[in-house]
């Protein structure tokens, strides 16, 4: 009897930290930071076609409301790399919703040319083992970039027995302003992508999946993308 009242507890220490909200999808941020003093790092891939992007990050939890995080992005041929400030503004225990916002400055915009600016508003909320979070992004870039891109992302996932979470994502970017004209400039003027996803975690180790359709602004032919991002907090 003890050994089921254990792995009861345990299941449902996994099932409560899941309903936070406090970890990033392959597509979206997180709506909730971690617990004070939780140093998050993630690492993954994302492969459409032929290419290819590598990530890692960290992210450091510095209080009850406040992140501070930073990131290195690899294509071929580009490297980047940026720092992020996080501010857990709601949480649902007390409010009825999380809700976070945050500032982040890279070394390339979106297009591969020029720095950029990026503000992002990440909303959550969970009822019973659904859990729903939305991204609103507003991206200016600078030094040799004046564009401003708009991006609008959403995941909602099912929190399932033994750690296991399954769900779908979905996400559109375009721009507002174009001054500065590339390739992803003729054709589509907004990329979308949406698929399913499916997550697993074990007490601080977590790895997530993604299967979807992938249509780039641009002229690039749509086509599948996976993505895979593992995460461990220390």
């Known amino acids: 009897m003890n050994g089921r009242w254990a792995v009861v507890c345990a299941v449902c ?19 909730a930071l971690p617990a004070s003093g939780t140093v998050r790092l993630r690492a993954g891939v994302l492969a459409s076609g032929t290419e ?6 960290v992210l450091w939890s ?15 041929g580009q490297l980047s790399a940026g720092a992020e400030l996080r501010w857990n503004a709601l949480r649902q225990a007390e409010t009825g919703m999380d809700l976070t916002a945050s500032a ?3 070394t390339l915009g979106h297009e591969g040319t020029g ?18 979070v939305a991204n609103a992004a507003v991206s200016k870039g600078f030094a040799g970039r004046e564009d401003v891109d708009l991006e609008g992302s959403a995941s909602a996932t099912w929190r399932l027995p033994l750690g296991f979470r399954a769900g779908a994502t979905a996400r559109a970017h375009g721009e507002l302003v174009d001054e ?12 979308f992508l949406a698929g399913p996803t499916l997550a697993f975690r074990h007490e601080r180790f977590e790895v997530q999946a993604l299967a979807a359709w992938n249509s780039p602004r641009g002229s ?9 991002f593992v995460s461990l907090d220390l």
Do not use: F, H, I
């Open 180 to 191: 500065l004209k590339t390739a992803e400039d003729e054709g589509r003027p907004v990329g």
């Open 13 to 31: 220490v996994s099932l409560a930290a899941w309903a936070q909200n406090t970890n990033d999808g392959v597509v979206t941020a997180s709506a």
């Open 220 to 228: 690039v032919t749509p086509g599948m993308m996976g993505g895979a």
């Open 104 to 106: 982040r400055v890279r």
């Open 52 to 57: 290819l992007t590598a990530n890692s990050a």
């Open 115 to 132: 720095a950029a600016l990026d503000a992002r508003l990440a909303v959550g909320r969970s009822v019973g083992p659904l859990d729903v």
């Open 62 to 76: 510095l209080g009850a409301n406040l992140g501070l995080g930073a990131d290195v992005q690899w294509r071929p």
